[in-house]
């Protein structure tokens, strides 16, 4: 079964400095991958996919993430931490099976940003 | 643009109660996703409906149905409310598949609280 792994529930990084929120996937077929950020109180915003194509994607607010095959990652990263960036980030997986399809998410990783 | 409408945003119920949630999905999508996200938990998948026909059940719970209006909207009636019930409910659209487009487009969001 299809499914992603976000390693650390909690990461903290100071304002400026380099955010690396890692997810790791497992999938027989290639997969379809998802970041979404969740604001508190808030829906879930996507910031980037990866569907086909280019490995590096580009997302909203300066992030991106590297879709690995070989190290079945899918990594987001962003160089500079802003403290408008703390919020809760999901990782996803896109699972099709029977004709149907939905998006399965990692526990969610949250981020804090301290001045 | 206009975006998935969920309605109500805050619901208070008591136990053993019964709740009914609504989304309207974006304009021409034709998917529908409802998802439970628990207290520090990540979104649960409980169903999906594709052309007004459920598409794919989840860990949705017997005492929970949903269905799609021929408008597309769809409505999540939940009865013999539970504490355990208190949680974020999220609706989703898609036009078609997310793998053809590569994604949901998510609500803010129902708050459910059962006291």
């Known amino acids: 079964a299809q499914s992603v792994t976000q390693l650390g529930s909690h990461v903290s990084v100071s304002e400026g400095a380099l955010v690396l929120l890692r997810c790791n996937y497992s999938?027989?077929?290639?997969?379809?991958l998802f970041w979404y950020v969740q604001y508190p109180n808030q829906g879930l915003q996507l910031l980037l996919k990866?569907?086909?194509?280019?490995?590096l994607v580009k997302g909203i607010n300066g992030f991106e993430a590297e879709f690995k095959k070989s190290e079945t990652s899918f990594h987001l990263t962003k160089p500079s931490a802003h403290m408008s960036d703390a919020a809760e980030y999901f990782c996803?997986?896109?699972?099709?099976?029977?004709?149907?399809?939905?998006?399965?998410f990692g526990k969610g990783t949250k981020l804090t940003v301290n001045p | 643009a206009a975006g998935v409408i969920q309605s109500p945003r805050h619901l208070i119920k008591e136990k053993r109660e019964t709740a009914t949630l609504k989304c309207y999905p974006i304009?021409?999508?034709?998917?529908v996703y409802w998802y439970q996200q628990g207290p520090g938990q990540d979104p649960q998948f409980l169903i999906s409906?594709?052309?007004?026909?459920?598409?794919d059940k989840g860990s949705i719970p017997d005492r929970f149905s949903a269905q799609q209006f021929s408008d597309y909207h769809s409505e999540l009636n939940m009865s013999s409310l539970e504490l355990g019930d208190s949680a974020l409910y999220f609706c989703?659209?898609?036009?078609?598949?997310?793998?053809?487009?590569?994604?949901?487009?998510f609500g803010e969001g129902s708050r459910l609280t059962v006291l």
């Open positions: 989703a659209s898609s036009l078609g598949w997310t793998g053809a487009t590569g994604e949901l487009f």
């Open positions: 999938s027989s077929v290639p997969p379809y």
């Open positions: 990866y569907t086909t194509g280019a490995t």
């Open positions: 996803a997986v896109s699972v099709q099976q029977g004709g149907s399809e939905k998006l399965v």
């Open positions: 304009p021409r999508h034709d998917t």
């Open positions: 409906f594709y052309e007004k026909m459920q598409s």
